[in-house]
């Protein structure tokens, strides 16, 4: 009898332990299964926060491009508007003798600037520079410009030499044709003789285009 009652005790000692340990198995796993949630969870996060960390730095540089972009145009703006002011000036202080309009220049330097490499501003300022010789007027200055771009492409040289150069040739034809001559520019005996009888007899807008005419 005692030893049954023995067993019975070491049965239930056995099973209190049994399950006990059950239980703690049971936490263990519990805490295992958190560990790994915790760590997807973080996991997951850590993906969210550097996608969100990726967009941030995308929006950053497209808002430096941005304002990159709208300081350029303020800029282009602003030498664009100076140039239209030099040429007003320009027209104002020779009392317009080219017989032009500050609208008709503008419009000018806008198609050419579809045509050609050089922005509507420089093409202003070469105006503004070629009012200054006065004796260029009327059909004469805008063919005057197109003969400043064509020689500053064929030449590689800025608008602003090309202007000079052209400026004196057309204002004083017969001296002109020497000065085009030391740049490469060819005029024929008989273009010379023309340029001298026309600036001779008072026709100055003839002679320029001859001088227009081999420049193009």
């Known amino acids: 009898k005692g030893s049954a009652t023995a067993t019975r005790l070491l049965k239930k000692e056995v099973n209190k332990a049994t399950a006990a340990q059950k239980k703690q198995n049971r936490s263990l796993r519990g805490g295992i299964f958190g560990f790994r949630n915790l760590r997807n969870a973080t996991t997951k996060g850590g993906a969210a926060f550097s996608v969100f960390r990726s967009k941030l730095l995308l929006a950053t540089f497209a808002m430096g491009l941005f304002d990159r972009a709208i300081l350029s145009l303020i800029k282009a703006y602003a030498k664009q508007e100076e140039a239209e002011k030099r040429v007003a000036a320009a027209l104002r202080s020779t009392g317009n003798t080219a017989g032009q309009s500050v609208f008709q220049l503008k419009a000018l330097a806008s198609a050419l600037q579809g045509v050609t ?70 005029f024929s005996e008989q273009q010379e003789k023309q340029i001298k009888f026309f600036t001779r007899t008072n026709q100055l807008a003839k002679a320029q285009g001859i001088i227009i005419a081999e420049l193009k």
């Not at 050089?118 to 300022?125: C, K, N, R, S, V």
């Not at 260029?136 to 064929?154: K, R, V």
């Not at 000079?164 to 057309?170: D, T, Y």
């Open 117 to 186: 490499k050089f922005g509507d501003e420089t093409i202003l300022a070469s105006q503004a520079l070629l009012l200054t010789f006065t004796k260029i007027s009327g059909d004469i200055f805008p063919e005057a410009i197109m003969a400043i771009l064509d020689l500053s492409e064929a030449m590689g040289q800025d608008l602003q030499q090309s202007t000079i150069q052209v400026g004196k040739a057309l204002n004083e034809p017969i001296k002109g044709v020497t000065a085009l001559r030391r740049v490469g520019i060819q």
